[in-house]
């Protein structure tokens, strides 16, 4: 485990004994009460602090007390004098501390709830330096109260993609062109060069998107179907048509094709209805007659869709368009072949 938020464990530990002149602190008895902290914390780490290690520590200290000093006038230092067992350690102010908390109630339930959705990128690439960032949070405004986790999500760690998610974020960010080898499910590998624009997460699986200049338009892939990729010395062709903040408004899912939005009229069960109004299927959609479970949504169909509206079985129906229903139709019959053996 990481010692970043390890350090940081042990300088609010320290950080409280030195505030308390009524009690001299040794070395001795300051490494072992950051020993009890470290091993309170995390169980399976190694909680023998060195020397070496301590004094680091106190030195880190004093500059931060000393820096306080200048940009305060507050005159404060971390003293150590002699005693009958050795040097003992305090600030030179009493009740001194270099960690302030400045937030409200409020403003703290709302760092707790950022870090728990932090918390989501645990497993991807490079969490540790974000884990870090997250234990020196919790331990500067004295967030975590107990160890036990109280929120689950929905997340493939085995997911294939996660391995190049943070490759791809750096190649976007830095906008570098990029050269792609990408395997259809049910199609001969492809190689694009690709200008990237935006990564989205869809399902538990994530999508590059931008330009390719094989196809002369903007392709999405999916980071799991790409085999290699590497940045070239390619100009960047920079992002000036689509906003895609609101690219995927029309649609369910992440299939953005060149069709006209259309009006699907879905007929919901008695008992699925209430689930659909809290848990909707698109966001433009609205219920026009709750007697019969009515709703009406306005998108572009594709295979998202498909897949969303069949997942409800015999819960909902397509009621029009007639063309809308009749794929919908022609892939419950294949379906019904398959498992009738016909």
Known sequence: ????????????????????????????????????????YDPNSDCNISVRTFRNDIKYLREIA????????????LESKPGPNGYWYSYSRKDYSIYTNELSDSEINQLKAVI??????????????????????????????????????DQNENYVGSEILTEVFTYTINKQVLKVLYSPFADSDKEWIIHPYFIKEYNNRWFLFGYSETEGRIINAALDRIRDIQPTNRNFIPNDKIDFETYFDNVAGVTV??????KIILKASKYWLPYLETKQIHKSQVVTD????????????????????LSFGNNVEVLSPA??????????????????GV
């Not at 007697?291 to 509206?309: C, F, R, S």
């Not at 063309?323 to 009738?340: C, G, L, N, V, W």
Request: include cysteine; charged fraction near 35%; aromatic fraction near 8%.
């Open 1 to 40: 485990m990481a010692t970043n938020y390890h350090a940081a464990i042990r300088y609010r530990v320290l950080d409280k004994c030195l505030a308390q002149q009524n009690v001299k602190y040794t070395m001795a008895k300051l490494i072992d009460e950051c020993n009890k902290a470290v091993c309170e």
């Open 66 to 77: 000393r820096q306080s000093y200048i940009e305060t006038e507050l005159e404060v230092d």
């Open 116 to 153: 728990f959705m932090l918390g989501r990128f645990k497993g991807l690439p490079e969490f540790d330096e974000m884990e870090g960032l997250i234990t020196r949070l919790e331990d500067k405004f004295q967030l975590r109260g107990n160890k036990e986790r109280v929120i689950g999500y």
């Open 257 to 262: 094709n060149d069709k006209p939005i259309e």
């Open 290 to 309: 709750r007697t019969n479970g009515i709703l009406k949504i306005e998108v572009i169909p594709n295979n998202e869709l498909d897949a969303l509206i």
């Open 323 to 340: 063309d809308y229903r009749d794929h919908i139709k022609e892939i419950i019959a294949k379906t019904s072949k398959i498992y009738s």
